[in-house]
Each structure stands twice: as C-alpha cells, then as structure tokens.
C-alpha cells in the first residue's frame, strides 16, 4: 500500500514538475516577449484556465498524497522514511509558493487593466518575479519525484 502511495505521489509530482517546467523554460519568456498589453492578457486568460478539474486534482491532490505519505513514513520510520519525508516536504514547498506568492501575484494581474498606462511596468515585475519564485517550485516538485521515485525503487 504504502509503495503505490509513494508511485502515485511521484507521478504526482512529476506532472506538476512539468507544468512549472513549461512555464519556467518558455512559457513566461514568451509571454514576456509580447507587448506588456498581449503578455497581461494571455496570462489572465491562463490564470483563468487553470483551476480546472484536473490541474488543480494534481497540484493540491498530490499535496495530499504527501501529507498522508509523509505522516505513514514518520509511523513507519525505516531506512527510506526519511527519503519520502524529505521528498513529501520538498513538493510542499512548491505548494506552499503558490498559496502565498503565485496565486496572489495572479489575483493581482487579473485586476489589472492590460492597456493602462502603468501595466507595462508592473508586468515587467510580474514577470521576473513570478518566473524565478516559479524556478523554485519547479525544482521541489521535480525533486520531488526523482527521491519518491528512488525511495520507491529502494524497497
């Protein structure tokens, strides 16, 4: 049991790794790249997009198999529980990242009128923060998965 909890929480985390992937290698430089206008309004109509049904069952149900993964390994405590802990807590990082920076920082674009004067400036900022803090999260969760997918192989 406690083995296919630790596949599906890799699995998990290697498509959420993906996601974050994308926007860290091309997505947000080609955002960033359009006119401030075209860049603030793809990214609203992506920030819109996203919480759907099956991005939102990876991201937070994956947080979820870690929390519950991460509690049965401290129980367990044996040579590769310390691996899925570290593994559980590094995809929480991510996680964390986003209910504190990203989705704030996306609530506040969507509010944003994309042809005001002063949009340019504030996407510029958007988008070199919001990319580096993205680089975190695309780290943790894809780290995630390589030590869950380790630890799962180990036993």
């Given at each position: 049991?406690?083995?296919y ?8 985390a ?10 860290s290698?091309?997505?947000?430089t ?24 099956w ?6 149900g ?9 509690v ?8 590769s ?5 570290i ?11 986003t ?29 070199s923060?919001w ?24 036993g």
């Amino acid at each position: 049991m406690e083995r296919y909890l630790t596949i599906i929480t890799a699995v998990g985390a290697g498509v959420v790794g993906g996601v974050m992937f994308a926007f860290s290698t091309f997505i947000m430089t080609g955002l960033g790249r359009l006119e401030p206008a075209q860049g603030i309004a793809a990214m609203q109509a992506i920030n819109r997009e996203a919480p759907n049904f099956w991005f939102m069952t990876a991201l937070f149900g994956t947080a979820l198999t870690s929390i519950v993964l991460a509690v049965v390994s401290v129980v367990r405590h044996d040579g590769s529980a310390v691996y899925a802990v570290i593994a559980c807590v590094l995809y929480l990082v991510g996680i964390a990242l986003t209910v504190v920076f990203h989705v704030p920082h996306n609530n506040a674009l969507d509010a944003i009128d994309p042809t005001a004067a002063d949009s340019a400036a504030y996407w510029r900022d958007y988008v070199s923060g919001w990319t580096g803090w993205n680089h975190v999260r695309t780290v943790s969760a894809i780290a995630a998965s390589a030590v869950l997918t380790w630890s799962a192989t180990r036993g």
